[in-house]
């Protein structure tokens, strides 16, 4: 690392934006850095396998699961600008004990927690919202992800990266072996076109005709109707998949199917869709449901709603959406 490299509190405190926001943006920045060394410790620190709890979305916990969510709620409701939190792992809000907070945090702890037994790729996801008061209800987070001030995830991965965006744009920064988070990525954008794609393939079968015939399409190569040939990428890790993606392109789909055919999709629109919309956005990607309705413009209706996603490189999610 170069000593001219910008630190991200230096980042932060040049930000165009309330004091109470900037707050917030450290605390959850410390707080993945802490998260990171968990992870890393893994068997040795007694954090892999189950813990035997189920959360909310009827899941068996993974013992980090447990431990990062409890590190991220105590930190954040312990910040004065924050007025509550919600999360994944948690059944309902949880109000800031101080009641002074201008600001509302939704995360998913760990994303793809299922890979850390086998040592890939996991992350952070975090969201923020402006409180309409210093006491809110779940009401008060019922907000479309246009209403975000702020998104970032943290990878943990051989690096540990903190990809953040305040609409300004999106940065990374990678965690240095002194603590640090150094700016590496100053101005992360998302490629138009692509031969990249991420689906999980084994479900097939139970997607729509449409999805089916798409991926159809992209399968067959240059001797089919795109006239290229892809390549098929998945982590099982939405936080990874994504950050693929704004690396050097590529679309993450993960369309409703027929075995729960009640339930639109299986991400949740407050921890993963909302936020990595957000940071897709401004990387001059495009984030949608279906293809064409922004998944920002979706007005949640639930704390744990799910959603189909279809995101990544413009001209890919409108041939999505063209079929």
Same mark, same amino acid.
């Given at each position: 690392?170069?000593?001219?490299?910008?630190?991200l509190? #230096?980042?932060?405190?040049?930000?165009?934006?309330?004091?109470?926001?900037?707050?917030?943006?450290?605390?959850?920045?410390?707080?993945?850095?802490?998260?990171?060394?968990?992870?890393?410790?893994?068997?040795?620190?007694?954090?892999?396998?189950?813990?035997?709890?189920?959360?909310?979305?009827?899941e068996?916990?993974?013992?980090?699961?447990?431990?990062?969510?409890?590190?991220?709620?105590?930190? *954040?409701?312990?910040?004065p600008?924050?007025?509550?939190?919600?999360?994944?792992?948690?059944?309902?809000?949880?109000?800031?004990?101080?009641?002074?907070?201008?600001?509302l945090?939704?995360?998913?702890?760990?994303?793809?927690?299922?890979?850390?037994?086998?040592?890939?790729?996991?992350?952070?996801?975090?969201?923020? *919202?402006?409180?309409?008061?210093?006491?809110?209800t779940?009401?008060?987070?019922?907000?479309?992800?246009?209403?975000?001030?702020?998104? =970032?995830?943290?990878?943990?991965?051989?690096?540990?990266?903190?990809?953040?965006?305040?609409? #300004?744009?999106?940065?990374?920064?990678?965690?240095?072996?002194?603590?640090?988070w150094?700016?590496?990525?100053?101005?992360?954008?998302?490629?138009?076109?692509?031969?990249?794609?991420?689906?999980?393939?084994?479900?097939?079968?139970?997607?729509?005709?449409?999805?089916?015939?798409?991926?159809?399409?992209?399968?067959?190569?240059?001797?089919?109707?795109?006239?290229?040939?892809?390549?098929?990428?998945w /982590?099982?890790?939405?936080?990874?998949?994504?950050?693929?993606?704004?690396?050097?392109g590529?679309?993450?789909?993960?369309?409703w199917?027929?075995?729960?055919?009640?339930?639109?999709?299986?991400?949740? =629109?407050?921890?993963?869709?909302?936020?990595?919309?957000?940071? /897709?956005?401004?990387?001059?990607?495009?984030?949608?449901?279906?293809?064409?309705?922004?998944? *920002?413009? /979706?007005?949640?209706?639930? =704390?744990?709603?799910?959603?189909?996603?279809?995101?990544?490189?413009?001209?890919?999610?409108?041939?999505?959406?063209?079929?």
């Open positions: 690392m170069t000593a001219d490299r910008t630190r509190d #230096a980042h932060i405190a040049a930000l165009d934006a309330p004091e109470g926001l900037k707050t917030v943006l450290t605390v959850a920045a410390a707080t993945c850095a802490n998260i990171s060394k968990v992870v890393a410790g893994g068997a040795l620190a007694g954090a892999l396998g189950a813990s035997g709890q189920i959360n909310v979305q009827d068996e916990q993974k013992k980090l699961d447990v431990m990062t969510n409890d590190m991220l709620t105590d930190a *954040l409701l312990a910040c600008a924050v007025a509550g939190v919600a999360s994944e792992e948690m059944d309902e809000v949880q109000p800031a004990p101080h009641s002074t907070g201008d600001y945090v939704l995360f998913d702890p760990l994303d793809g927690s299922s890979n850390i037994d086998i040592n890939a790729m996991v992350g952070t996801i975090i969201s923020v *919202l402006k409180s309409a008061t210093p006491s809110p779940e009401a008060d987070f019922m907000q479309p992800g246009r209403n975000q001030v702020a998104a =970032l995830y943290a990878l943990y991965g051989p690096q540990t990266m903190l990809v953040l965006t305040t609409g #300004a744009g999106v940065k990374g920064f990678t965690l240095s072996n002194d603590g640090d150094i700016l590496t990525h100053d101005a992360i954008a998302i490629s138009p076109d692509t031969k990249e794609f991420a689906i999980n393939m084994s479900n097939l079968r139970h997607w729509s005709q449409p999805v089916q015939t798409y991926v159809g399409d992209l399968l067959k190569g240059d001797e089919g109707p795109r006239g290229k040939n892809f390549n098929m990428r /982590v099982a890790a939405m936080v990874a998949d994504v950050h693929r993606i704004l690396m050097r590529g679309v993450f789909l993960y369309p199917d027929s075995r729960e055919p009640n339930k639109p999709g299986k991400l949740r =629109l407050m921890y993963e869709g909302n936020p990595m919309a957000f940071l /897709v956005e401004q990387a001059g990607g495009k984030a949608t449901t279906d293809g064409t309705q922004p998944i *920002l413009d /979706v007005q949640p209706e639930h =704390l744990h709603q799910r959603i189909p996603v279809a995101l990544g490189s413009a001209n890919e999610i409108d041939a999505y959406a063209g079929v």
